[in-house]
């Protein structure tokens, strides 16, 4: 587990240091948008690690609170070490690829249900550019195209309570007879805040998740032919924990596969982790 430590590492030196009250979990679709004309910036770490290839990127990413409900952001990898795995995004909202990522999220729709707790909906819809670097494995040669991401998330956010539901596809454009394959995946999420753990500034203020993620790929594609065993299905599940200290936010999770239908050429995850840093501004 090389890039887990690489990373573990890296982490804990670029991890920085007030109202995130908003922020979602780690590895599931979620409603919150930043607040109108509210910055963040997010610092992730995310890796996969497999039967025998690990996986490790740093991304960035900024977000821009439009308006109370509209929100853009933009991010950015650096691939520490890849692997052949299929692809998939492993975080809610930044993919564990080597691709640029620009995003519109719209909350649509938005009701209060009782005091501080709401029902509500959140569209996304981006442009994914392949980056700079390029994956080993099969799918680091397929054409680099730019694709379309769109998602959509709904549930319940409450003082103490979360459950949301998702689901999100990635389809990218032909390249010199080559496409890289499709991605669908659907999250659920569900969300405690318990009552030793809900403090004001200055103390620690901690929400536990439990995260299930989905992720269905289709076929890469050469010369108009899908490529065999080139897809597959795979389930994961596993814990993630949010702490938010006046304008900052940290999280850190894992998960694990509960059901696995790689094709031949891919590596088997065993499991796969993230941790983020946000701040607030």
Known sequence: MRGLLITLLLAGGGAGAVRASGHGPLFGLATPTNGARAWSVDFGVMGRHGDTDDGAMLRGMVSYGITEDVQISVSAPFVITSGRFLPGRVTGMMPATADVEAMLAWRAHRRGTGVGRRVESTVYGGLVAAGPQRPEGPLGRPGRAPGLYAAVATGLASRSHYAWVGG????YAADDDARRPSVLTYTAVWGYRPPAFRHEYPNWDWRLFVE????????????????????????FLGPSVLGIWKNHAVEAGVQFPIYRNEGSGFVRERLRYALNYSHFF
């Not at 010369?223 to 065999?228: F, L």
């Open 212 to 235: 299930l993620t989905g992720e269905r790929s289709g076929a890469a594609r050469r010369n108009g032919v899908a490529v065999p065993d080139s897809g597959g299905h795979r389930v």
């Open 168 to 171: 999100a596809v990635t389809r």
